[in-house]
């Protein structure tokens, strides 16, 4: 996917997670079981608001969060809009600093912020109590990725500590995660978790569409979604890491 796919995705899924929030602010949002709908709201403005604030001044914005007023949905509107302009401003190819070790530009957050609407809005629908609409497959199979590579493998190299107690139990699984138009190999440790494109043989093969198995990583669905043969420890072990990595 190119930026200007990631910036027509951000845009839809914007508006998408806008609309239905606005009726459900004072709404329990079932996969982030300790927010309200409000709560989302000012978490997603608040996000679009430290990426603005970080390519803007080259740093992360200190002190930090600013206040948000008493409006989420205010709030909401006017990061977007910050946001947004804030891409329009630069080229994608400009550094930008983040948390990732590279690449470090404003590409890379037009397609985190991509992907953290896209899962932010399903969390709205939830909260809505509307079934969420499907992920666009080409979106969702970066998103496994990114996730996949992004937070899982990269966490577990760059921050060890932070996984070492849910290591422990990990013995070198390996997890095949098939969409039908991709494939994800995953091995659990020892040490690290390492990830790869690749349709090789493993423990446990996980089955779904790109949408399905992407909400399913993100823990926004259950394993009712996938579809799953072989070894369901392995599949335990990589959910659990997948709730820590993602934190």
């Not at 679009?48 to 604030?53: Q, S």
């Not at 809009?81 to 690449?103: C, I, K, M, N, Q």
């Not at 109590?129 to 577990?156: H, M, N, Q």
């Not at 779904?208 to 043969?229: C, P, T, V």
Request: net charge negative; hydrophobic share 40%; aromatic share 8%.
């Amino acid at each position: 996917m190119d930026e200007k796919r990631f910036l027509t995705c951000l845009d839809a899924d914007y508006r998408r997670l806008r609309e239905v929030v606005a009726g459900a602010l004072g709404e329990t949002v079932p996969s982030c079981p300790d927010w309200t709908g409000a709560d989302l709201t000012n978490h997603v403005a608040t996000v679009y608001l430290h990426k603005t604030e970080t390519i803007r001044r080259g740093e992360d914005p200190k002190p930090w969060p600013p206040d948000l007023g008493a409006d989420p949905l205010a709030a909401l509107d006017r990061a977007y809009g910050e946001l947004t302009a804030e891409f329009a401003a630069h080229d994608p190819a400009e550094p930008a600093v983040s948390w990732y070790r590279s690449p470090q530009t404003v590409g890379w957050w037009i397609r985190r912020m991509a992907q953290e609407t896209a899962i932010h809005r399903v969390d709205a629908e939830l909260a809505a109590g509307v079934e969420p609409l499907p992920i666009p497959a080409d979106l969702a199979a970066d998103g496994i990725d990114e996730v996949l590579v992004c937070f899982l493998a990269y966490e577990t190299t760059e921050y060890p500590d932070d996984l070492r107690e849910y290591m422990a139990g990990c013995d070198g699984d390996t997890v095949r995660l098939d969409t039908g138009s991709d494939s994800w190999l995953v091995q659990l440790g020892p040490d690290v978790v390492t990830v790869e494109r690749a349709s090789a043989d493993a423990d446990v093969v996980l089955r779904g569409s790109e949408d399905a198995m992407l909400r399913w990583l993100w823990r926004r669905a259950g394993n009712d979604a996938i579809e799953i043969d072989g070894n369901r420890a392995a599949v335990g072990k990589l959910h659990r890491l997948m709730e820590v990595s993602t934190q």
